[in-house]
């Protein structure tokens, strides 16, 4: 292996090797590096660009002041953030800003000769000292915006985010309690009423069956949005986007425009439930079918929405728009997204190149061309998020200790709205996937992209946020899918064999202080799952941070006799089977 190319290489989070499953170490090869190291826009072709290239992150790396994000435990702030001067700042007098979420602003004066060196760099025209930086102790657990100021000039500004040490627990659990409960394939449920998808409808009515027994606890498969473009690619583990749900889960009956429409068409109620139960009868699920008669109906209730509510400013009108703003460029980047794949009626790469780029000038015509078609999208996430939340809020109503627990996919799907609207985040010419093992000797590939360590690093982990935010919301549990992605990802170039892969290491500590602070603010217990190769520090490191294992009964197995309850870790979801 290239020395430089694999420096380079670590860089960006790209391991060396690793050791399989039968204990041989497995190096990576140099054509897996450079192709990996391209799909995050860094060229290593040939010796020469490896080493312009390391001199480039060199000095970019050295002439950052303050990191974009710094990640703290209370227990950490006295020792400090690192941030980096250069040397002829050093004597000058310099002050601290930090300004809270609560708008409460501190500055300090101080002296940067007294503070602890950390390492120090010397290069061309760039001699720079980085420093530890203490921090009042009494930050409140949050996002604070940290700014270096010498006189009227600001030199540096980033985020420090103060983080609880453990995640949340729910009292039935940190008492040490103990709670079950049931877990429903949504999408495979059927009623006397829904459209041969199970719906948030038949979701509260299992909660009001299961909690009137004594659950504390509702699981369901991930309810992100998928395509509606191309209903046919049903899984909820390749999703559109992590930041919205699948309106396809929508209650029809249950939304007020419904009424309206019903009260202006009197056999409307009849003709809808006949064909739901044509396509309930079916021995399978008829994802296609029954998105196109769902869609009918979206396009009718949104126009109804839109006649008596928008046009009128109504208090619903207004609930509608304070979703928007709530949600913002995220939702309305989505809803566009949905909108223009399905007047292209092809994946976005696929679509003229000025309607590629979320911030093109085809993007905003059609914008400015088709505000209905890009409002219905909107409409569809504002109804699914009031009826996930009247769930959970029904589960409180039952006494239930958790309520809902959903699921968080790995990633997003390469054809979807997140990829789209997050292009440079994620490194869309490789896949996610697994190493060689006992029972995929070839490896796997799951075709979704992963984000990139260091781009989300710079991006303030604020995409990472968002998604705990979201499926937090309207949760009282989260399980994140193959959690050993907050430490390591197996990535796959594209047009490679899974097995010609990598692993692409992640801040863990970062991850996991994140995760932690959301989950407090949330008030949502959080489940790792930990199957497969996940190594017993991983595991020793998700425990004292109380993030759940995920253990099976069929494979808790000492021989042919299974496990007693008290031979499993104190902080663990048992479940029959996976997903």
């Not at 420090?160 to 949504?186: F, H």
């Not at 998604?467 to 170039?493: F, Q, Y």
Request: some cysteine; overall charge neutral; proline content about 6%.
């Amino acid at each position: 292996m290239n020395g430089q190319l694999e420096r380079l290489a670590q860089l960006y989070g790209i391991e060396p090797g690793y050791h399989d499953v039968w204990g041989k170490w497995q190096a990576t090869p140099d054509d897996t590096l450079r192709a990996l190291l391209a799909t995050l826009g860094v060229d290593a072709h040939d010796p020469q660009s490896v080493d312009e290239t390391l001199a480039d992150d060199e000095r970019e790396r050295w002439s950052r002041v303050v990191p974009a994000i710094t990640v703290l435990r209370t227990r950490e702030l006295a020792a400090g953030m690192r941030i980096q001067l250069q040397h002829a700042t050093l004597a000058r007098t310099l002050a601290w800003r930090i300004a809270s979420e609560s708008g409460e602003v501190r500055e300090e004066a101080f002296g940067a000769v007294r503070l602890s060196v950390l390492e120090e760099y010397e290069g061309a025209h760039l001699q720079v000292c980085a420093l530890a930086l203490p921090l009042p102790v009494d930050l409140s657990e949050g996002y604070h915006r940290v700014t270096l100021i010498e006189g009227d000039t600001i030199l540096g500004s980033g985020l420090v985010a103060v983080v609880p040490e453990r995640c949340y627990l729910p009292p039935a659990l940190a008492n040490g309690g103990r709670i079950w409960g049931t877990a429903v394939q949504l999408y495979a449920v059927r009623s006397a009423r829904n459209c041969g998808i199970g719906n948030f409808g038949d979701l509260r009515a299992c909660a009001e069956v299961w909690g009137a027994r004594g659950a504390g606890i509702v699981g369901t498969n991930p309810l992100h949005a998928l395509s509606m473009r191309n209903p046919g690619n049903a899984s909820p583990y390749s999703p559109s986007s992590r930041l919205f749900f699948n309106p396809l889960y929508i209650d029809v009956e249950a939304v007020p425009d419904f009424a309206d429409l019903v009260q202006a068409d009197r056999g409307l109620a009849a003709r809808w439930r006949k064909d739901c139960e044509l396509l309930r009868n079916s021995a399978q699920v008829e994802y296609v079918g029954v998105a196109q008669r769902l869609r009918a109906m979206f396009d009718a209730l949104y126009e109804n929405f839109r006649a008596r509510h928008l046009a009128s400013v109504t208090p619903r009108a207004r609930a509608f728009a304070q979703f928007r703003e709530s949600r913002g460029g995220q939702l309305r980047r989505h809803a566009l997204h949905e909108a223009l794949a399905e007047f292209h009626g092809k994946p976005w790469r696929d679509w003229p190149e000025d309607f590629r780029d979320p911030g093109g000038d085809g993007v905003r015509r059609f914008a400015e061309d088709h505000p209905e078609k890009v409002g219905l999208h909107e409409y569809l996430q504002w109804i699914a998020d009031l009826q996930l939340g009247a769930v959970q809020a029904r589960t409180r109503e039952l006494g239930m200790a958790v309520g809902l627990y959903v699921d968080l996919a790995i990633s997003v799907a390469p054809d979807g709205s997140e990829a789209w609207a997050n292009q440079r985040l994620y490194a869309l010419g490789a896949h996610v996937g697994a190493p060689p093992d006992e029972f995929n000797r070839t490896g796997q590939d799951w075709g979704l992209p992963p984000l990139s360590p260091r781009r989300l690093r710079e991006a303030a982990y604020a995409p990472l946020i968002a998604t705990l935010r979201a499926n937090m919301a309207r949760a009282g549990a989260l399980r994140i899918d193959h959690v050993m992605g907050l430490s390591r990802l197996w990535w796959v170039p594209a047009g490679m064999a899974p097995g010609k892969g990598a692993y692409v290491r992640y801040p863990l500590d970062d991850l996991l202080g994140i995760v932690a602070l959301e989950s407090h603010r949330n008030r949502c217990l959080v489940i790792g799952e930990d199957l497969g190769t996940v190594s017993d520090a991983l595991r020793k490191r998700l425990a004292e941070a109380e993030v759940l294992s995920y253990r099976l009964l069929l494979f808790e197995r000492d021989g042919p006799r299974f496990k007693a309850p008290a031979e499993y870790p104190p902080r663990a979801l048992v479940a029959w089977s996976t997903h």
